[in-house]
T-cell receptor
């Protein structure tokens, strides 16, 4: 079974530039998550999708971050404009079944995109 | 938001030793999960716990859901070099809100 695919693996940009990350979840996984992991910290949820609808985006800095999941499969996360404090690893995760709490809680993570903002 | 306190922050042990780490929350949790993250990779689920007092093993790993429902413990027996990594606890409170992750325990195993 293929895992969660993310690209690019690394990205270096200057502050105020824009950047986009792409995620392809495990086939059949209805729920998709974007997490931000700052060095030395645990992952922090940015946004959660159920199919192509947003379930939780309460921690997404909406003035600069946006995400979409067209057709309920792939997803993109965009930052515009980037700030120095956005330097982090951006992790995408997916889980199987929204209606089964135990399955929903079992997240499968991709390898992440490491973003450096200079 | 929810806060999880994970300790210790880091551990340096010799191969073959046993390891214990724990996680505490300020509120009652319904679910505790333990993940391991290798360098350059995303976290991988090790153990999931759903009931107070539950004790679950996965090979040399054993985790427990605390009786108070505010803590969880992870033990690794007879550590080996590939146990090196960052171990995260994650939990979900009774409101069913998002999973909250701890800050991680960095484990180093010396051969």
């Amino acid at each position: 079974e293929a895992g969660v695919a993310q690209s690019p693996r690394y990205k270096i940009i200057e502050k105020r530039q824009s950047v986009a990350f792409w995620c392809n979840p495990i086939s059949g996984h209805a729920t998709l998550y974007w997490y931000q992991q700052i060095l030395g910290q645990g992952p922090k949820l940015l946004i959660q999708f159920q199919n192509n609808g947003v379930v939780d985006d309460s921690q997404l800095p909406k003035d600069r971050f946006s995400a979409e999941r067209l057709k309920g499969v792939d997803s993109t996360l965009k930052i515009q404009p980037a700030k120095l404090e956005d330097s982090a690893v951006y992790l995408c995760a997916s889980s199987l079944d929204r209606h089964n709490a135990r399955m929903r809680q079992k997240l499968f993570f991709g390898s992440g995109t490491q973003l450096s903002v200079l | 938001g929810q806060q999880l306190n994970q300790s210790p922050q880091s551990m340096f042990i010799q191969e073959g030793e046993d390891v214990s780490m724990n996680c505490t929350s300020s509120s009652i949790f319904n679910t505790w999960l333990w993940y391991k993250q290798d360098p350059g990779e995303g976290p991988v689920l090790l153990i999931a716990l759903y009931k107070a007092g539950e004790l679950t093993s996965n090979g040399r790993l054993t985790a427990q859901f605390g009786i108070t429902r505010k803590d969880s413990f992870l033990n690794i027996s007879a550590s080996i070099p590939s146990d090196v990594g960052i171990y995260f606890c994650a939990g979900q409170d009774t409101s069913g809100s998002r999973l909250t992750f701890g800050e991680g325990t960095q484990l180093t195993v010396n051969p």
